[in-house]
């Protein structure tokens, strides 16, 4: 069943890069450039894309099929739109508006692809934004419904329900953190090294942390914003890489997620095309022969080194294991150390695992629940017992808040009769009004502290115990058997 979900993801990504190749084929390169240009960019852009190990994440990470076939949606979207221009029937305008729908259907960042599609008529195919508006009114009316989906959809998205995230940022909080993913999204763009999984939780950072990745990203979004009056094409794709990517990485908390690699499948697109553009040009002063031979050069040392780094990071994916040991090594953060912890765990790798979990349990409540899983796996009651008690008392909500609590009880149940039949009455007391304090709700506590204080000679303590035991749990045959013999014992007594 996984092969399949797999063979899906790679088809669909397939299928996103051959529409690729046609909107690009479709999209000038500069005002001089010719059509046998335009292909050569065209076709390696689209080539350098589908093998670009930056898409791993969108692709090998099943849960994640979302972002490719937003991704394929919406080149599908811009792709008809452009055919549309030449399509007297209107077939090709259908096409756009139907799949900016499915694409909305399939994730919010589709939302922006209007806006792409204008911003594509204004670049290159009109004069000014209100003759593309004069027109193409009908199409663009036809995308913008999609909106209205969108808001019947997001009703029940964490980000506009009442509910929403467990924890909250605030929307400046969360655009301060993007700067330096942004930076590192375009480093890895160019040199895809180092590929991180999981980039963990918000953190508190301040601008003056930040500034030199802010700089860097501010700069580059003035520079879009001045190219789209001066270059077209690198107007246009400056432009899709701030749209395409701000639905995620802008102002729009998302508190589970700082960021993510498969955030840049549609931004990646605007990297390569004017990193491919910019070596065509420079070769064009060129002889032919000349010109051919480097850029078939650069094509090869570039695809193959690509290819061998997504081949490379699949290798990575191989198990939770594996991927997990990069993102502690690569990326260091509390979540990536209890998710490494819990591969650990499974692999009977107790210690490590432990030693991995002490680091994220300061900083994440769910690890301190799997620090005392982990401790009372190696044996150490004591130590498991002081971890879940700590998790339970500063977590009463937390989703695994029963799971927890159950493991507890069952831990200090074998930790009390443990000192119960080592005869250390008085520690079984002190463990067992704990177990009562905590859960005095259990039969079964009562129990073990009547049978605690019955060994240590307290029988009418035991009594008021024993009978707690039984109110709680009529049924439970061991505590009225203990209630019994605890009141024929104080019968022989009198």
Known sequence: MVETY????????????????????????????????????????????????????????????????????????LYAAIRAWHDE????????????????????????????????????????????????????????????LFAALSRDTPFFSATGFETSVTPWTYLVNQAPLIARYLRLSVWPVGLVLDYGLVRPLSVAAVWPSALVALFLLALAVFALKRHATAGFWGAWFFVTLAPASSVLPIPSEVGAERRMYLPLVAVLVLLVSAWRWLVRSQPPARARMLGAAFGVVVLVGLTAGTVRRNWEYRSGLAIWETVVARYPHARAHENLAIQLRDAGRIDEAIEHLRVAAPDLPDARHVLGSALIDRGDLTGGIAELQAFVQANPHDHEIVSARDELASAQRTLISGLLTEKRFSDAEVQARAFVSSRPDRSDAHNLLGVALASSGQLDAALQEFQAAVRLDPQAGEPRNNLAHALEQRQQGR
């Open 6 to 77: 797999h063979v899906w993801n790679i088809a669909v990504h397939i299928l996103a890069a051959l529409v690729l190749f046609g909107v690009l084929r479709q999209t000038p390169v500069w005002p001089a450039a010719d059509d046998r240009t335009r292909d050569h960019v065209a076709l390696f852009s689209a080539l350098a894309w589908l093998v670009h190990p930056l898409n791993t994440d969108a692709v090998d990470y099943i849960t994640q099929r979302t972002e490719s076939m937003a991704g394929l949606f919406y080149l599908l979207t």
């Open 89 to 148: 029937g209107g077939r090709w305008t259908g096409v756009a508006v139907l799949s900016c729908w499915c694409g909305v259907a399939t994730k919010e960042l589709v939302v922006t692809a209007p806006v792409m599609v204008l911003l594509w008529d204004r670049s290159f195919a009109c004069p000014s934004f209100t003759a593309a508006i004069r027109q193409r009114g009908r199409l663009y009316v036809g995308l913008a419904t999609s909106w209205l």
